[in-house]
């Protein structure tokens, strides 16, 4: 038959021995609990960067004195009068048309260029009025769309309002569409009279006296 496992004497059981207090690893001192990052000292917040403002383009005016400015200046006029406004154009509106009048051969006629950063975008036109001594007649304003935005036109109607000063005149006239009357009136002109018909659509005539450029001091 089968024998039964052996119980175990309880009087022979070894007590069970508690680990001296020795045993245990020392700890050391407990560490303040670390703050949330959140909650660090970063110190003042940086006021926000301005973004950097966009430059200016460099706005100059001169008569144009070599070949090439020159057919920049016959090449602007079309494209803002012919091409875009459509004047200047014979009867049928054949795209053909051109802008230019005995006045370009005029050895007297100044033909200026306006220039943003050195590149020709705009025009104008001045020359004496043979018929009325003192008088200069200023036409042929034109910016290409492209850089209507950049203000050149302001500088192109001084520009050769000064030159006509410079050269003894005394008053200058311009013909010019309505829309661009106020504008006139900012930079000093007045109009004179109604509205006429040039190139086929009204225009106001404008007047503005000119003064003798101031000498240097000595």
Known sequence: MASLPARANPARAAPARAAPASAAPAAGPARPAERPAAARSVGPARPAERPAAARRPVLACRAACTAAERAAHFRIRHEVFVVEQGLFRPAGGAADGDDADAHDEDPATIHAVGLADGVICGTV???????????????????LPGHRHLG????LVRFAVGCAAA???REMEAYIQPANVAFFRWLG???????????GIPHQRMLIGLHPPARPSR
């Open 125 to 143: 036109r001045l020359y004496p009025v043979p018929e009325v001594p003192g008088r200069w007649k200023g036409d042929r304003l034109a910016v």
């Open 152 to 155: 050149l036109g302001a500088p």
């Open 167 to 169: 050269r003894g005149g």
């Open 189 to 199: 002109w007045q109009p004179a009279g109604g509205l006429v018909q040039y190139a």
